[in-house]
């Protein structure tokens, strides 16, 4: 136990104290994997939350800088290039609204540091456009405010830190009372639980005074251009009157030659088949997905492009074109928008503009082929993205799976559920709201019977609109996709030829092969 008193905090015990945090966050980050329920039940906030301690370490590790404000700078840099998942974003906030508050200053004192603490706290509740207490937010808030009180009357970093961990706690064992969807699931806040640890780390630092051995995580942060018919992401010199460009993610399950035609950049996901991350549809291909995600002994997680990542795309978009439109999957079922948001803001206003495509593989391919052709109509910008959010709002896909099977290995439904889904022979039925949340829609009992009830729910769908645009997309289940596509056409006398795409792994990993679907998009124009 350190007995010794400490009344200053410099940029080497900063860097000390980060490195031995993240030590304990990459030892406890499947353990925060399993409690992951909000605001996504996906299970990767503790990948997430270890990945961006873990960057950030990396990147101040070789620093000797005693400057409490170059140190922070640093450390804020990296968190916000490498910030990862939601908890990783108000992470990289939190640590940003700390360096902002020590600027010019070699050392803090402990009043310094509540001050630094509190700038902090503000800029972490920034993070998000809909802060929600009961989460991390709630935890650093009662934390710093803490620290504010206690260092009035203590002066010793020890002491604070030691009582403000209690508080942090206390305050992390209330996150279910604030939270139904906590204490449905009887768990505390995930994002949370990994920002105790973290200053469980950092006073274990500053009472032991020493590092144990630490290991970094290798980087993924370089996104690579494959040339290959699998991905075709070429960049191709446009003329001077094409000044607008398309970015989207790799949840796009657009046709290849579409995406080179029309020269769509996008970023990759990440496919994490227990210690081996995959770049969607860079390093693995659909096919290669679901064949792995049949034979594989571990369920695989997705989880979302470092800002870094998404910076380069951006970086090199932008050396083409005048601005950009990126379009991306629903916010509500991943965390990638938040990343997509903050690496557009480093470019200033008017280059980039982030939408929500408040959908899902198979909806929002037609999403983009819809802003493909808004971008070479000959409209303002603003009208472009007027539209773009019409064609949002009026993009609508119902799909059903064959079993509750990789519901239950995604932790999305209980294993009680999915036994007696499965003696049931039940097959749900899931659809995308107006917010895009998944909702359940219906359910059927068995495959014909499914498929049945999801088409003729798409032709009640439709009664809507005036016309609409089709596609149909599958997971290993080609079959189905063709007996919709068939349907389809005699229904609405189609004579073009419907598209039909593999659904993007993202949607796999929690809905398993053998979902098909059909998306399109409305109008009554």
Not at 392 to 411: C, E, M, Q
Not at 460 to 465: A, D, F
Request: hydrophobic content about 40%.
């Amino acid at each position: 136990m350190n007995s010794a008193k400490i009344r200053y905090l410099d940029g080497v015990r900063l860097r000390n104290a980060i490195i031995e945090s993240s030590k304990l966050l990459d030892r406890m980050k499947e353990s925060l994997n399993k409690i992951n329920v909000f605001p996504i039940p996906d299970r990767d906030a503790g990948t997430n939350m270890a990945h961006t301690m873990n960057q950030i370490s990396a990147g101040i590790s070789t620093s000797s800088d005693r400057s409490i404000a170059v140190m922070s700078s640093e450390l804020a840099e990296a968190a916000l290039m490498e910030a990862q998942g939601c908890s990783g974003v108000i992470l990289a906030q939190f640590f940003q609204g700390f360096a902002e508050a020590v600027k010019g200053k070699i050392q803090l004192s402990t009043r310094a540091f509540a001050a630094a603490v509190q700038n902090a706290k503000k800029r972490a509740y920034l993070a998000l456009s809909n802060p929600t207490e009961g989460t991390i937010l709630t935890v650093i808030s009662d934390w710093a405010n803490h620290i504010d009180v206690v260092t009035k009357k203590i002066d010793d970093f020890t002491d604070i830190l030691k009582s403000g961990l209690q508080t942090a706690k206390q305050s992390l064992a209330e996150t279910p009372k604030k939270l139904e969807v906590l204490k449905n699931a009887g768990v505390v806040d995930a994002g949370a639980q990994g920002f105790v640890h973290i200053l469980e780390g950092i006073e274990n630092f500053i009472n032991h005074g020493k590092i144990k051995s630490f290991k970094f995580i290798g980087k993924i942060s370089s996104i690579k251009i494959n040339n290959s018919e699998n991905t075709d992401q070429e960049i191709t010199k446009k003329t001077a009157a094409q000044k607008i460009g398309i970015v989207t993610d790799s949840s796009c399950d657009l046709p290849a030659q579409f995406i080179k035609e029309n020269s769509i950049h996008f970023i990759p996901l990440k496919l994490i088949f227990g210690d081996k991350t995959y770049l969607d549809k860079v390093e693995i291909t659909p096919s290669e997905f679901y064949n792995k995600l049949v034979t594989s002994p571990v369920h695989p997680k997705t989880s979302q492009p470092a800002v870094a990542d998404i910076k380069k795309i951006y970086e090199e978009t932008l050396q083409l074109y005048e601005k950009i439109i990126s379009i991306h999957l629903s916010g509500a079922l991943n965390g990638t928008l938040q990343n997509i948001e903050m690496a557009s803001k480093m470019f200033g206003e008017n280059k980039i503009t982030c939408l929500d495509g408040k959908s899902i593989p198979g909806a929002l391919g037609l999403i983009i082929k819809e802003a493909v052709e808004l971008i070479n109509a000959d409209i303002s910008f603003d009208q472009i993205i007027a539209k773009i959010k019409n064609v949002i709002n009026d993009t609508h896909i119902i799909f059903s799976l064959p079993s509750l099977k990789y519901l239950v290995k995604g932790g999305r439904v209980s294993k009680q559920k999915g036994i007696i889904g499965k003696m049931l022979r039940l097959n749900p039925i899931l659809s995308v709201d107006k917010n895009g949340k998944l909702y359940p829609a219906a359910k059927a009992f068995g495959n014909k019977a499914a498929m049945k009830k999801t088409f003729q729910m798409i032709v009640e769908k439709t009664q809507n609109y005036k016309r609409v645009k089709f596609g149909v997309a599958h997971a290993n289940a080609h079959s189905k996709a063709v007996w919709y596509a068939d349907k389809l056409k005699e229904a609405f006398h189609i004579t073009d030829k419907i598209p039909i795409v593999d659904a993007a792994p993202v949607l796999g990993v929690h809905a398993g092969p053998g979902i098909a679907g059909i998306a399109f998009v409305g109008y009554n124009d």
